[in-house]
């Protein structure tokens, strides 16, 4: 947020709304036009900030984040937005999303002398812009993006700019809202909702936005993809909020068609259709309105239930689950059901919640998932498990069916679901599904690429 | 709980399971069979235990409480369960519910000199309980119960044995379940579901519910109400959990009924029918099935909102609102909308909700709601703002439509409320909206009835 | 304090100077002249208070307490002041002292249907002042006074009013000091000095002051004690700071005449007189300045040791000592010291001083203590151990010299440490040295006489 | 710490026995061989650290560090040890200490594209060990520091080794000790007294200790000074722990000393010599010994006062002193006091603690000051105040004595400071009393020289 007296207050808010997009950490970093201060800490934005904190921020630039690791460890030295000092002077950053090539570049740069405090790929990248050589180029901002391979979205804030980017793919959303003569920047329009902006644009895809108190200034940069693109198809079947609006189109709105055309490819015979809270209740709202199958309400959730808690003893995890969620005993028992799922990824909590189902005197639960299996490893900044741990991975539908202990089991089509949403196909990357990743990964990349277990030599 | 080596652990969780019924304070006495211990503190559950705590409670019985004050004000003194000493021995107690009569038997015993540590009513009863000419009755607990009045779900912890008391109106509901060979009594079901105890009755209105090494023993008290009863509807329509039975039926299902009841007391023209979150959601269901008009996703809920949070200033306290509901502007705009509320109380926080939505470019707002106009105060543990606030207190319906700023308003009438429940109409209790009182309440009460602000004359 | 607008923030302040005196628990109850609050908890001074909650207490009167157990277990019901409500309005009430007729009083009250919520000896105080005979007395409190006997030092807080009470053998120090139109009373001269009042007079042993709008009203009762008393002497030797004046003395020129009277009894040959820090630094200066061997520092301690520490293992448990203290090698190595300490209680941690000594070098060690060997318990407000513990019960002081492994051990006489004191010898209570104890205590007693263990019947 | 088990525990210890040098921050890094973790943070080392914290540190080899910043704000990230990864692998560093050339340095290196997290001068050393130029060289450490130019006692922790430094000057202390088969390296005595670790030897000005499975080995660097040194005299008159040994000597030995040359040099008719706590007290049983005039107590401290305390107003700052330290009043009324303090910075506590002494009655106050008066600010680790607050810098010691408003005043003269400590003079640094710096300082320095408020280009 750039120019409103508030703006550390307000960017907290914002982060306080996009808090379902990262709870190991949180941070803010303000400028009051000559220097930057930070705060940043590990857990949620309400455990990490107090009102003397937002006291010691206030100023009129800010720039915040809520970070769950996809690279790197979840530790202190990690969370974001990250600090540096360099010959250009201050420079905070945010980066959502997963670079494939911080680990060759940072091997790089180590060699050339560099020393790095993070073991995220986000710190590569104030190397490449603090390096003289590329301070020389007439761009040199768009001279260092254009090393950069992955995804990101980055907001960069310095004395007296907030600098925001976005990949020339756009694997991650990022917007621009106006508050009065402030403006905002978000990865989700339900950050500019809750301090009442009024939204702009999105960034565009290779877009570099830069906004000082002159205003508002883009330009370009990035190869030309030809018409390609990389929009992370599953921000609208999972990660981002229902209110939002991401890629030009309302992600209730596309969940719901996506449970519409479940229930047209997937049809049953059953008496209710039960979403399984919270995620699936838009396209579990599609089904039944496609199928004519009436909705029901299966699940209560626990609101309390955000935070870790004290168990009796281990075996007792396995109620974890059920303090999150509580069947509707009445309301399921004797029912033959249609449960709708957004996805499947381990497998476990799911099967869990289809046997508390049974338990409560379900008569058939036919699943119907409003997205394919998913089969494949993101390294665009979704932190699936290991690809080992996915359901789908080695495992027919059928056997999945079997491992849930379902009556039946359908997923959405790849096609079905490219055809809710609103870009042509080949602007979204669907490559935990499909496997065909927009951008060629040169190595096999993990969480913890950056993090070196063996002893080098020292003189 | 009494009879497991993990008593304290699963009464945590059963209290996790009930924090909706009270956020101020919580609370949990234990007996190893000769002595009792407690810890109690103002907060969540979450907030008042840790490891350490839970295990200097493990003990084979325990009693807990989550408490919202009806009477006494909200500070540490009052946290229950109490912790008495007699010459009895001691004595743990958790009441649920409000004694109409609390403050003249207060009046009294003071004038015979009793001293009082808590502003709570429920303190009195331990000293009515401690008098020795009650103690030389053949029955003193019975005894000292006849001399209660109002609404009181009590539980009882001596060193030896656990006893569950229901007042003979049977205002709140209490049960008892099993797990092995332990018992459990709880306000609600979801309680032992959580712990995966099972249901095996509730306790009745007027009994003694006697659970010691020897197992469970019972006995009736009180005038009998000649087939009257006091039961609280309002638990039905918003208090209780979805996933809970009380009063022998679910819920989920009664809610659902009163929205079907709704749809064919007051039809409405529209394109959607859009529930409030959360606990309109069942009425919703049954408003969309009776009145076939889709069932839409109005709001998205935060689910990180459970705690106070820091403003940047005063005025944004109307965020509060958007802070834990979000509107899905898309799904909306342009559209009829029958908006389906379970209440409406002070209607401030409902009137934000339909601008909220009207901002969002509904066309037309239609709001439902699946209860009577609340008009009158509750007495026995519902903690309704002072009268004057309630939004329909001295206003017509077309007033309060007015007020929400809506195009149509109706409510669900008394009879068909009552139509949605299992036992017969006068066994409920429906005094906030009916003014009839199943008690006579000879006093005028008031919340903070036992806190005197007067000098009194000490020699 | 009574009449002051800050009382509260005073009355922290005193507590934090008189922290010495108990680090249990600490509390504050204040009254805005028509209604007491109260804030009490674990721990100490800076843990139980923060600037929220003093703003809360901010009224014009106020008492507060530390404690230490000598009556009761260390948990959170006990904490004092202790805030009760009876007939006459309500009551704070903070004791220091023990009553040695509390358990049977208890029995009484309990037998009579009164209920306890601490374990500690005061609450019965404000049964008997509850009861209505006693109200309906010319003088209540003064009848109830005459029913206790022990050691009390009260404060006791009316809306409108403050009293002080001091019992008639006078065990525990009390006095009354100004600070411009304000009364403060403490335990200590210590706590006027910091909040700036100005000493006025001791409250002196059998009198009640009254502390009103209208200023300072003082009354007698109890029994003539006939020219004897029970001033605790070893607040003089050790439990006072020496910055405080009680019982008309000067607490540091008393330990500095029995370290001059220590000299002249038990003299020795040496090099250097170390003082054991902190208490024996007073007694140490006036055992150089009589023998003329000159004073040395044998130890620093650490500023920093005041809470718990984390330690890798149980084992280091012994490193606690050395934690607290550093023995300074070089400035003992090669010497005969003179080792002077307060009083011996356990004899452990002496010994353990005594071995750091030894391993840095010393040659001899003559320990010389300034007060007799503890040999009874105290039943008037001191917490020493449960007698078997104490070194010196069974032992000759041969015997214990040799436990400590020092080369001579001399203790200071009985008639020797009365005649550095200023009131004679018959005015104080010397119990823990002598065993002659000022008021009969007719039952055995120990610090958890008011828990039972027992299980009582309840029909 | 290499080579125990226990080292993080242990380290923990240790820096709680150094807590008195550092109390902004604490940190820990451990190495298990192949990796290294660290934990830091703002507050003391209670305050940092807890149990599991510790569990996650238990490693072999370790290092800590408690911080008083000298450079770089007192900020999160400044907090040490600090962590870097380079092409060499990983390093913790920990420095005591302060550089003269780090501006300089630092503007280099950003020149050539570094970038640098902290404002501490301490992480350029890691930028130029990193240089790949660097590693090439035969002994890149020793060509490391080379380049440093100022006071440094360094820890490096690599995975498999720890490396002490002292700059060719020793400004600052440093020992390494001995606990079974690890090695412990510590900036005084008292920490390895406090493990119970054997002291072995200072690390020599000019060495180079690497500790490693293999045993310790040792190198030297740096240009040799001639026989001329830089120990931090002001060390042994008022920073390091009494019971410590640096330079080869006891500090309290050499305060004592320092005191018995003040009574030469200064004497003074009195009745009591009156150390000021704590630091004096060394040097005021010098002074009374050499003196004849006994040595009394006028103040008690506050062992509770560690802490930062809840004023009821600003205007009570002036409390803290008082809070701090009481004056023993009857100890001193009416008597001609000698009162010794170590040092005098801004003179603003010590004209409190003088008017403490007069407002208790003392008749006369000369005082005496155990080093002379400072003048100069120091480039090497003691955070002086900026010199305009520095009492002595324009005034005469007569004017110190009135603004003091004491009877007499005397300083210990250069030289007699000097005859009271071991080494020739000219190995010591008296630069704050002298204004002879042992190097020289090309630039103006001050505690914020590496944070920049002007706005630098980026394009």
Redesign the interface.
Known sequence: MFGHP?AA??T??GL??L??RGRESAGICTSD???LV??AGMG???DV???AC?ERLRNPAAIGHVRYSTTGSCV??NAQP??????????GIAHNGNLVNAAKLRRQY????????T?CDTEVI??LL??????RK????VHVLNHLQGAYSLLLL???RLVAVRDPLGFRPLCVGRLGDAYVVASET?AL??VDAEYVRDVVPGEIVTITAAGLDSRRFGDDPGGRGGACVFEHVYFA???S?IYGQ?V??AR?KMGRALAREAPAEADLVIPVP?CA??AG?GY??ESGI????G?????????S?????QRSRD?EV??KL??????VAGKRLVVVEDSVVRGTTTRGKMGALRRAGATEIHLRVASPPIRHPCFFGIDFPDPSELVALHRSVEDVRAFLEVDSLYYLSLEGMLSCVKMPPDKYCTACFSGRYPVEVSEPLDKFVL?????????
Chains 1, 2, 3, 4 share one sequence.
């Open positions: 508030d207050a307000l907290h808010l306080f709304a808090q379902h036009g000559t220097r930070r705060h949620l934005v309400n900030f107090d009102g937002l202190d030295a990250l600090l540096f000092e360099y010959a250009g002077g201050q420079v180590e060699e050339h002398g560099c020393i790095f405090r073991s104030v190397h603090a390096k003289p050589a590329h301070q007439p761009d040199p901002l310095f004395p007296d339900c909702d809750i909020d229902p209110s609006n309302n209730h709105i719901e919270n209740r838009c709202i039944a309105q009436p909705l029901g309400r699940f209560t959730t626990n609101h309390f239930a955000g935070r808690f004290i168990m009796p003893d109620r059920r303090m509580r069947v509707i005993k009445d309301a993090e070196r277990r063996n002893v080098r030599m020292f003189q």
